[in-house]
């Protein structure tokens, strides 16, 4: 009874370790107030160009593939927040820590060193909600049109949905910073991976815009399973009662990439070589 | 069972060798050609609570990539390191909650936090409860001058702040062994002095184990009974500091102060190594030639008005492992 009473507390400790990790992020990058107005810049840019593209494309048609003028730019808007909270940073710490040998610290820890990282990002995706999502939405709001959800249900499963997405992009920079250990450079790696992810997810344009042989290529992949899905589900391309199955893939894909980042990590630990003294 | 155990304990890096230009790297990107450094070269020794050893020799020895392994960051090649009983590499979690480490070329504080904030994240990965994290503090403050600093961002300390920053938080867990890879690197004499005075201090206070690695004799000579003396990855010498001194320096200065100047000083049975005007320091090895025969055989031939005899200190010691032959 003292057992397990005692694992308890230190249950609720170990975890406040976690979450003290993602507050300090946030903290530390709400303060990056330069980086906060050059990304509404950049975002901004970016989603009013998308808003125009669309507009000229959906001039004289009223629906593409069942999805209203109206219904795009909400997936439009919604897409680009949504990259503004997709803030995902493992990658480039990984790859300072290694090269710099900082690293050695890390694995003097006594707790995950994943899930270190994991906390941190999340940590990093709050504080983009704060200071890049929450400023967009206004604006469009504002001036664009309100992006407003299909339904309540719908917004509920966007919800879970985007979370699932944002696990599994994690996890695909979780397992290319796992290659750290071999090359120690990742160099191109990212802006690879970003551009796959860029092309394949249905970030810009949707999947359903694509040939139908293409379409079932891609749909074998993750990659839409960040962008499309969510989106989807947001404007009711998807309806709530059909959404289970995109979502239970998105899952599928969570369970796979966390074991082979499970396994890929136990033969990268073997491997450490620490930089510098 | 000692309380460290390190048994035959190896580390190979393996290292691409880099050729020169662009063919060079053109035929090293296709066909690497790699060799093996052996950093450590299967060392053993055992360690018990309380000591505090100085791991010392020379650059490259191999002293950082043995203390990585003693404290499960690195994974060896070969063999094994115990702590309590327990592997770190096999069990890193349970063994690297009772350990703590200082490493002087990079800091374990986090670049963005106050130094305070810092201590916060690690109250809470090491569990440690308020009381321990109260107690701990009031005595880190005491011998480090903790809360002087506790609310400066750790990117604007000087380094003497950010050594003791980085012990206060290696200490904050009441670890039972602590590991110290050059804590005193590139710091002034104050600094060095209260990070001597606190490794003096926590050992006596909380028994604590203390394994230094250092390139500073003084540290050596104020803290250490024990050292272990390695080159190339080999354990050349372990024992206390007088013994090792000894048997790797066995011999004496003599210290000559002439009446007048003269010229060629020479005795058959010890070497001049060192002349001033009116000195002349030989260096005699007291097997082959007691002290008093060497000062009676001088005053026969040489105005001598004076004469001391030195005993070599760590310095003398450290020359003597620069020259050893490496048998490989
Ligand atoms: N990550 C690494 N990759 C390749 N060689 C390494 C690495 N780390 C250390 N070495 C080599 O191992 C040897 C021992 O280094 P180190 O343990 O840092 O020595 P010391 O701390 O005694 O100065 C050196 O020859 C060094 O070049
Ligand atoms: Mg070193």
């Known amino acids: ?277 | 069972m000692a309380f460290l155990e390190v048994e035959n304990l190896v580390k190979e890096f393996t290292v691409t060798k880099k050729k020169e230009g662009l063919k060079g790297a053109v035929s090293s990107l296709f066909h690497p050609e790699k060799y093996k450094v052996r950093a450590v070269d299967n060392i053993s020794f055992n360690i018990e609570q309380g000591e505090i050893v100085g791991f010392i020799g020379p650059n490259g020895a191999g002293k950082s990539t043995a203390v990585k392994m003693m404290t499960g960051i690195l994974h060896p090649t070969m063999g094994s390191v115990k702590i309590n009983g327990i592997s770190p590499h096999k069990n890193r979690k349970a063994v690297v909650g009772k350990l703590g480490v200082v490493f002087g070329q990079r800091t374990q504080l986090y670049w963005d936090l106050r130094l305070g904030e810092t201590f916060e994240l690690l109250k809470r990965i090491y569990k440690i409860d308020d009381k321990m994290y109260k107690d701990n503090i009031k005595m880190l403050d005491e011998v480090l001058n903790i809360t002087e600093i506790i609310d400066t961002p750790v990117r604007q300390l000087s380094l003497g702040q950010r050594m003791r920053g980085d012990l206060a938080a290696a200490m904050l867990h009441s670890p039972t062994m602590l590991f110290l890879d050059e804590p005193t690197i590139g710091l002034d004499i104050e600094a060095k002095h209260s990070i001597r005075n606190f490794i003096k201090q926590i050992n006596e206070r909380c028994g604590t184990t203390v394994i230094l690695t250092t390139h500073d004799l003084g540290d050596v000579e104020e803290l250490c009974k024990r050292l272990i003396v390695i080159n190339h990855g080999k354990i050349v010498e372990d024992g206390p500091l007088n013994s090792i001194i000894e048997r790797m320096a066995p011999y004496r200065y003599l210290v000559v102060e002439l009446a007048s100047p003269h010229h060629n000083l020479f005795h058959p049975a010890a070497e001049v190594v060192k002349t001033e005007t009116l000195r002349v320091w030989f260096k005699f090895d007291k097997s082959r030639i007691a002290a008093t025969e060497l000062i009676s055989d001088l005053s026969k031939t040489y105005p001598i008005r004076d004469v001391s005899v030195k005993e070599p200190d760590i310095e003398d010691m450290i020359m003597e492992i620069y020259k050893k032959p490496v048998i490989f």
């Open chain 1, 1 to 277: 009874m003292l057992i397990e009473f005692n694992n308890e507390v230190k249950g609720y400790v170990i975890m406040s370790a976690y979450f003290y990790l993602a507050k300090m992020k946030l903290l530390v990058f709400l303060s990056y107030r330069f980086e906060v107005f050059t990304s509404l810049g950049t975002n901004l840019i970016v989603v009013l160009a998308n808003i125009y593209l669309w507009k000229a494309a959906y001039k004289g048609i009223d629906s593409v593939a069942g999805v209203k003028e109206t219904q795009m730019l909400t997936y439009t808007i919604m897409s680009t927040l949504l990259a503004s909270f997709f803030s995902v940073n493992i990658e480039h710490a990984l790859q300072e820590r290694i090269t710099h040998g900082d690293i050695a610290i890390d694995f003097f820890r006594p707790i995950s060193i994943l899930l270190k990282y994991l906390a941190e990002d999340i940590g990093i995706a709050i504080s983009s909600i704060l200071s890049k999502l929450m400023p967009l939405l206004v604006i469009m709001t504002v001036f664009v049109q309100p992006p407003v959800p299909d339904s309540p249900m719908a917004f509920v499963l966007f919800l879970l949905s985007a979370v699932f997405s944002f696990l599994i992009l994690w996890l695909i920079s979780a397992l290319i910073s796992l290659l750290c250990f071999w090359v120690l450079q990742l160099g191109e790696m990212k802006t690879v991976k970003d551009g796959i992810v860029l092309l394949l997810s249905g970030k810009i344009i949707p999947l359903w815009l694509f040939p139908k042989k293409i379409q079932r290529m891609i749909e074998i992949l993750p990659f839409q399973y960040v962008y499309q899905t969510p989106l989807s589900i947001y404007i009711g391309k998807v309806q709530p009662e059909q959404a289970i199955v995109p979502m239970l893939i998105q899952f599928a894909w969570i369970l796979l990439f966390t074991s082979l980042l499970c396994f890929g990590w136990s033969r990268a630990r073997k491997r450490v070589l620490v930089q510098g003294g």
